[in-house]
T-cell receptor, first 115, second 110 residues
Framework: GAVVSQHPSRVICKSGTSVKIECRSL??????MFWYRQFPKQSLMLMAT?????????EQGVEKDKFLINHASLTLSTLTVTSAHPEDSSFYIC???????????FGPGTRLTVL | GQNIDQPTEMTATEGAIVQINCTYQ??????LFWYQQHAGEAPTFLSY??LDGLEEKGRFSSFLSRSKGYSYLLLKELQMKDSASYLC???????????WGAGTKLIIKP
């Protein structure tokens, strides 16, 4: 089956620093990638939708200048959390779709802890 | 507004059958997903229903009634490894931006 990887799996950083998370589709081309955030015991919250070669579409309430998304190729999207603060600590998950609605595949997630 | 409701938690016995319900009210509908998520891990795709009816995949089946805004996930022959959260998500439009339910935590007891 299709595989989506994320790197790093865990990251701990100091407040005020920036963190980049990579999402890769390993064996298919992802026309669309999604970035989610999940707080403990809560459901997934869609942050933004990323299409290759175009600007990401952010959900209401998500600061685009704080969460920078780049979808430079059909197999790679990156999320950069800029000037991270403790409240940004969360589980960040990406998913990728090759274009069919029943084939949205999730990466393993990245746990971000901001001290 | 957009609303997806699932029970918060359910308990079942190993070897038994359990049905997890999901009701939704969304401004659009192009299909409904069910995902399994173990603690600390990303969700794993289980099923996608677009048309009314029951779809069976091994021990798991998913049902959809679009007119009632209702779906359920049926798990048979429960195993301890089925202990997880089960997330219901609606695809409102064709761009796969999903609206997620809060998930149902399923606890399996021996």
């Amino acid at each position: 089956g299709a595989v989506v990887s994320q790197h790093p799996s865990r990251v701990i950083c100091k407040s005020g620093t920036s963190v980049k998370i990579e999402c890769r589709s390993l064996d298919f081309q992802a026309t669309t990638m999604f970035w989610y955030r999940q707080f403990p015991k809560q459901s997934l919250m869609l942050m933004a939708t990323s299409n290759e070669g175009s600007k990401a579409t952010y959900e209401q309430g998500v600061e685009k200048d704080k969460f920078l998304i780049n979808h430079a190729s059909l197999t790679l999207s990156t999320l950069t959390v800029t000037s991270a603060h403790p409240e940004d600590s969360s589980f960040y998950i990406c998913s990728a779709s090759p274009g069919s609605p029943d084939t949205q595949y999730f990466g393993p997630g990245t746990r971000l802890t901001v001290l | 507004g957009q609303n997806i409701d699932q029970p918060t938690e359910m308990t079942a016995t190993e070897g038994a059958i359990v049905q997890i319900n999901c009701t939704y009210q969304t401004s659009g509908f192009n299909g409904l997903f069910w995902y399994q998520q173990h603690a600390g891990e990303a969700p794993t795709f289980l099923s996608y229903n677009v048309l009314d009816g029951l779809e069976e995949k091994g021990r798991f089946s998913s049902f959809l009634s679009r007119s009632k805004g209702y779906s359920y996930l049926l798990l048979k022959e429960l195993q301890m490894k089925d202990s997880a959260s089960y997330l219901c998500a609606v695809n409102r439009e064709s761009n796969y931006q999903l609206i997620w339910g809060a998930g149902t935590k399923l606890i399996i007891k021996p």
